[in-house]
């Protein structure tokens, strides 16, 4: 858009399979179950994402939306294409960079939030402290998920080594539909 200023778009496609072990279910006490006798062993579906974001030197907000097509799990067809459900799920993401020690250190505060269909949204937070470009150190917490740190370094400009760890779940506030 100018100098250090960008609009960025992005989109992917491709195909998954799931196989489906029909021996290994046991959800019925009868061994004819049509459920089960109408899943084929393995299928073949596309698959796809988008997202956008804005990006300047000090700010970034972007959406992304992870399953353009509804995933199906358990598919009574080998190919499928899936209805499209671009909205189903979807990521907003933004952060803003605070430079410190004559601009070659930073601050990084970010946050997500995760929109699903029939479940309540999601939020995590976090903070990146980047040290002259060379290393990083940071925590998170993930609503449902619990707290997080993470650590690394780069090694050169293309190639980065990072840890990351979590604490497990700290509450139980999101609830899956029943």
Do not use: C
């Amino acid at each position: 858009l100018e100098k250090g200023t960008y609009l960025r778009f992005g989109m992917s496609a491709g195909a998954g399979s799931n196989k489906t072990d029909i021996e290994q279910l046991r959800f019925s006490s009868n061994p004819s179950d049509q459920v089960l006798a109408s899943l084929v062993q393995s299928d073949i579906q596309i698959l796809g994402n988008a997202g956008i974001s804005y990006h300047n030197p000090v700010f970034h907000v972007g959406l992304a939306l992870p399953n353009i097509f509804q995933p199906t799990y358990l598919n009574t067809t080998p190919f499928s294409v899936a209805p499209l459900k671009p909205l189903r799920q979807v990521v907003l993401h933004g952060s803003y960079r605070y430079y410190f020690s004559r601009d070659k250190n930073l601050i990084e505060p970010y946050f997500n939030y995760r929109l699903n269909a029939g479940m309540p949204g999601q939020f995590e937070l976090a903070t990146v402290v980047h040290l002259s470009g060379l290393l990083w150190f940071g925590g998170s917490y993930r609503q449902g998920f619990g707290a997080s740190g993470m650590a690394g370094f780069n090694l050169g400009q293309q190639m980065a080594v990072g840890y990351s760890y979590s604490l497990g779940t700290l509450t139980s506030d999101i609830r899956r539909p029943g």
